[in-house]
């Protein structure tokens, strides 16, 4: 399974951004998607996640201006971000791993296998 990110960039306090998580190499279907993001000096987090039926999940920090989707033609998950403020920061990564997995471990251990490379959000104030 490749993911390539993108949609990252510069942007002020208070706009938007829609990050963008293209898959190819398996079926869409069979993958959950997960966006974390990596601010300098801390682990990466999850932030938002879309199994692959598309419920979604997220992370406390996310809810009210993080909204996650996916399109199951074009094989690709969005991450909307609102409102953005200077603390969102991050280089942003999307990861997957398979449904199977999910079923199998559950959604808290279930490993993301693969994973994009990375696009860095960030926003001035």
């Known amino acids: 399974v490749q993911l390539q990110a993108s949609g990252g960039g510069l942007v002020q306090a208070g706009g938007s951004l829609r990050l963008s998580c293209a898959a190819s190499?398996?079926?869409?279907?069979?993958?959950?998607v997960g966006w974390f993001r990596q601010i300098p000096g801390k682990e990466r987090v999850l932030m938002a996640h879309?199994?692959?039926?598309?419920?979604?999940y997220y992370a406390a920090d996310a809810k009210g201006r993080f909204t996650i989707s996916r399109d199951n033609i074009k094989s690709t998950v969005y991450l909307q971000i609102n409102s953005l403020k200077p603390e969102d920061t991050a280089v942003y990564f999307c990861?997957?791993?398979?449904?199977?997995?999910?079923?199998?471990?559950?959604?808290?251990?279930?490993?993301?296998?693969?994973w994009g490379q990375g696009t860095l959000v960030t926003v001035s104030s």
């Open positions: 990861a997957a791993r398979y449904r199977s997995s999910v079923v199998v471990h559950g959604f808290r251990d279930a490993p993301f296998e693969f």
């Open positions: 190499g398996s079926p869409f279907s069979s993958l959950s």
């Open positions: 879309s199994n692959w039926n598309s419920d979604s």
